[in-house]
């Protein structure tokens, strides 16, 4: 069966910073994009960060320059690195894996970013 499970999340002031991983039971981990979505309170899921099996790597427009994803495929682990946060980055954050018709995501972990 497989697992993605995210940690790292937790409450932080602004201004700080976190770092969440994803560790994923997955057959060739190495071929799968994978991406970090979040969901606040009320509001739709949406895509913060996605790297392909390449390394390519793509955010949204409003964590550009703050946050990096990156991957450690001997490690089937993937990370978001989240720097100078701000308290609109407040969600659960989840971890997506897909590779053609094959779509896993984590069970997610909590930020909370206040003072």
């Known amino acids: 069966q497989v697992q993605l499970v995210e940690s790292g999340g937790g409450l932080v002031q602004p201004g700080g910073s976190l770092r969440l991983s994803c560790a994923a039971s997955l057959r060739a981990f190495s071929m799968y994009a994978m991406g970090w979505y979040r969901q606040a309170p009320g509001k739709q899921r949406e895509l913060v960060a996605s790297?392909?099996?390449?390394?390519?790597?793509d955010y949204e427009d409003s964590v550009k320059g703050r946050f990096t994803i990156s991957r450690d495929n001997a490690k089937n682990t993937v990370f978001l690195q989240m720097d100078s946060l701000k308290p609109e980055d407040t969600a659960v954050y989840y971890c997506?894996?897909?590779?053609?018709?094959?779509?896993?995501w984590g069970q997610g972990t909590q930020v909370t970013v206040s003072s």
């Open positions: 790297i392909t099996s390449r390394g390519s790597t």
């Open positions: 997506h894996a897909g590779l053609l018709r094959n779509d896993y």
